[in-house]
């Protein structure tokens, strides 16, 4: 089998029930997931050498996030998936709200490893938080084309919506537990009024 096919030279493509342009709305929202599943990729094999290294020195682990950041390559996977089928029977979807719980969880885990915050940080720090910061930034972008595409009219699973707007506060939560580990602070906003009230983002 061919890696290419020609079929789409002329600037279409194949969905789940039909073929669209492939600026298609529904294109763009699982193709910036696709995008978002490639960062996550990079951001792993950043902590994984990171890891690496630490463990000659003495340093953090981070099994936990690796772990995590594995699971949510695939469940990013199963979002493309749902947003696949131009009209999907129900019984056909992936993305579930127990994931999505199980993400909240996760974010209180990390939450609760990082020092309460008043203002909005600048996206850096360390290189993993780093890294994390640009898959919250590439998740927020996905969620917006949802959106988009949910504001057509055409078939746009909400699951998948309410997955991605909880999956950009992970790697939030994430990235300032990332810092917090490497005894690196965030550094806030200096002209940013105090958002933060209870320390939680």
């Known amino acids: 089998m061919k890696l290419y096919t020609r ?9 789940i029930g039909g073929r669209v342009a492939k600026d298609d709305a529904r294109v763009e929202a699982y193709g910036a997931i696709d995008e ?3 960062f996550v990729g990079q951001t792993a094999v950043a902590l994984a050498r990171a890891g690496a290294a630490a463990g000659e020195a003495g340093g953090p682990s ?9 699971v949510l390559q695939h469940e990013l996977f199963d979002c493309g998936s749902d947003l696949s089928y131009a009209e ?13 719980a199980r ?3 996760w974010i209180d885990r990390y939450e609760a490893e990082a020092p309460p915050i008043r203002r909005f940080i600048l996206p850096g720090g360390s290189e993993p938080a780093a890294l994390l ?9 996905a969620e917006r084309r949802v959106v988009t595409l949910a504001a057509t009219g055409q078939s ?12 950009s506060d992970y790697f939030f939560a994430a990235a300032r537990a990332a810092n917090a580990r490497l005894g690196v ?10 958002v933060f009230r209870s320390g939680k983002t």
């Not at 981070?62 to 594995?70: A, H, I, M």
């Open 7 to 15: 079929t789409g030279d002329e600037g279409r493509t194949s969905v």
């Open 36 to 38: 978002l599943n490639a």
């Open 62 to 70: 981070w099994d936990d996030l690796l772990g995590e950041l594995t």
């Open 88 to 100: 999907p029977d129900p019984a056909q979807l992936k993305v579930s709200a127990e994931m999505t």
């Open 103 to 105: 993400v909240e969880s």
């Open 133 to 141: 910061h640009v898959c919250r930034t590439v998740c927020r972008r």
């Open 156 to 167: 746009c699973p909400a699951e998948v919506r309410a997955y991605l707007n909880r999956l």
């Open 185 to 194: 602070g965030d550094v806030e906003y200096e002209r940013g009024a105090h």
